[in-house]
């Protein structure tokens, strides 16, 4: 016997989740209207072409939460939330668009936004992002949350290395990072190969590491 999928089913009484979407191709507009208003806790109540009508009638505008496109006709998407989100803070902001840019999602979050979805793989996650999003979580694409993470992990161990290494210890590892020997970077400091040799113990010690390459990936992993 074949299953079906299973359905959300709206509580009594729950309030009915508000959407206002930014889009400016029809098409893609008409699909994600017709996706969210097959649900039953939900419905695109507002339609924008752009970002200058959707600024012009925020006030006015009863939404819970806001699909946002990023590349509009004149302003853009990311400025339009910049400028919107202070008016009505309990508005929630959803970044809905081709980019999966580091550049462009970590612009957006600091604009205001709460949650980042690539449109290419969002149909079968909208709603439920939607709901989340409304909830209070932050839904975004998988490939768009490995960036955030990578990201935090990244500055994470550029702040313990910042942390646990002296100054002249940093020095020897950036220095070992452009491949010089110890050696070299004792002649280029006019100190002995022992001491370079020792302040690359300390760090490795520190580090947890064993060696050059392993100190150098830690710190350093886009080298």
Aim: proline share 4%; charged share 30%.
């Amino acid at each position: 016997m074949k299953r079906r999928p299973l359905r959300y089913f709206q509580p009594m009484g729950t309030h009915r989740i508000r959407i206002a979407l930014v889009e400016d191709n029809k098409d893609i507009a008409r699909s994600i209207k017709n996706i969210l208003d097959a649900e039953p806790d939900m419905s695109v109540d507002h339609l924008f072409a752009n970002a200058e009508e959707f600024i012009a009638a925020f006030m006015r505008t009863e939404a819970d939460v806001v699909l946002m496109d990023i590349n509009l006709p004149g302003k853009n998407g990311i400025d339009a939330i910049r400028e919107t989100k202070p008016l009505k803070s309990f508005v929630q902001f959803m970044v809905l668009t081709v980019y999966e840019s580091p550049a462009y999602v970590f612009e957006a979050l600091c604009a205001g936004a709460t949650g980042y979805l690539v449109k290419g793989h969002a149909s079968e996650l909208l709603a439920e992002a939607v709901r989340d999003l409304h909830a209070g979580g932050s839904p975004m694409s998988s490939a768009i949350a490995r960036l955030v993470v990578g990201s935090f992990q990244k500055e994470s161990l550029q702040r313990i290395a910042d942390d646990q290494l002296t100054e002249r210890e940093r020095s020897v590892l950036d220095q070992l990072a452009t491949g010089l020997l110890y050696k070299e970077i004792a002649a280029k400091w006019d100190i002995s190969t022992e001491t370079v040799r020792k302040h690359a113990r300390n760090i490795y010690a520190k580090l947890h590491v064993r060696s050059r390459i392993e100190a150098i990936r830690k710190v350093y992993p886009d080298r």
